[in-house]
């Protein structure tokens, strides 16, 4: 089974909390804020905050408008990136700026943020005020490398923990503040939310590639088309013979690429070895993480957070 | 000499207090942040902030983060907005998403959103992420009012406060709360805060039909190219003549008016009288903000905000 099939009674509560919060008016802009929350998402995000509370002695329900409140701001990440890098589907759904239009969009974004810090536990406002913070940089990074050819795997690596790792890493530390962790506990949970995160992102990358594309609710390869630097295309770049490599920049460089250039790109990134690549760094990430619980008391919430850990580099959506 | 002036001192603390804060990487996205809050806002509602604070007791120092935190999230919404509203300039000078791209942009508002949460005084999180929740309910309410020719002067009177009105609100009573105000005085200065925020708010509106192009820094009667409702076009709309409304509609419903077109509804809201009855009604609510001052003890700064009363609607820009 899933691991995370296992939480159905947390995302239930989490859920719960998350209709509370966005029930107002004016209708269309409630509307707009709520297609995404309520569009399936796992929930990995609250759900490592209400574990992380019970892995340091916390109860959940401590924990689940924090974990409301993470959940909105990821939501709120997403439907600004949408528009910002102009994908039109997500979830498998069209995005909000596709159905709400702009001005709709950034509002319902901005919406989704503010509720978050209304809903958030006070102890927990520095720690999800930096990561947003750090998520912003992350995003202009990820959009500034766009434009670059000669972006390296440390750029990468910083990229990604801004944008996608700190969030998780944030879920993590505040369950275990607001469970009442030890200086210790803290620090071990916020070191597994972060490598677990940086995985997460890879593995999101290679899923983007290689996925089926209606698991993946959005078109396969859209990472090329929009010249993402991956650490897939970074790697292979790098390593792939000069003719092969001049080929593939080609491709990258070019917006709106055709089906058979995406097809040939993905062979390059196999042929070049840096799927492989970077399932083995995932791998790493996902090491450290499982290596970090270590710190805490053997309870079934760090059981549960080994084996998200695992799940996270075997998942296929 | 105008009250504002006096000032000097408490904005050039919240002013190194935002440059402080707004020092970070990725350059491009930091510059783009910077560029209106350096822009030479009156701040009026990080003075009021620490104005309240002193009203209840309190000292400058404790109020001067809440305060930039505070111009930080109104700077933002300012963004947001110019791009919602398509506005090119602001302040005199080009909008940051003209200046920056709508990305850069859209980032920019995030990202000193959440800098704003890093800086503000704990115990002010939940009235500061509250009133930014009712300011998206105002600007959507805003928007809405464009395709309308049915707005009464209670939905615009709704519209203003939560899209104006909560964030001086929210600035008053913070500084009520950080200043250690009882339960009494926290009230009044939210009252204070809230009718100032109104009155400020028909003022903005009167200014931007009658006062000198370049003191406004954008266009006079830009809100009647847009279609804005204020509540001297709503008030127009009411009392004219069938002839004289059936001209009026005709050009707030036009989008893009020659500036002859602009002219005659300048003309159109002077005739019907709802330059007057707007003027008066901004006469009220400061009246309201005075009389609340009453519950303080007499002290310098309370002495001030009833000055900074008087100012809002006998200021020319």
Redesign the interface.
Known sequence: MDVMQKFDEERRLVSLEIQKTLI???E??YVAARHLCLAGGKMVRPVLCILSCRAVGGRTEQAVNTGAAIELMHTFTLI?DD??DNDDMRRGKPSVHKLYG???A??A???L??????LCD?KT??I???A??E???G???D??FEERTDVSEADYMEMIAKKTAVLLKAATESGAVIGGASEKQAKALAFYGLNLGLAFQMQDDILGLTADEEKLGKPVGSDIVEGKKSLIAIRSIETLPAAEKKELLKILRKKGNSESEIKRAVNLFHESGAIEYCKKKAGEYVKNAKDSLEALPKTEARDDMYRIADYVIKREL
């Open positions: 107002g008016k004016p269309r802009l600004h528009i910002m702009l001005p709709t950034i509002l974004g901005d919406l943020y503010s509720k978050a810090f209304e006070p406002v520095h999800l005020s930096k947003t913070s998520i912003c940089e995003q202009d990074l959009m500034s």
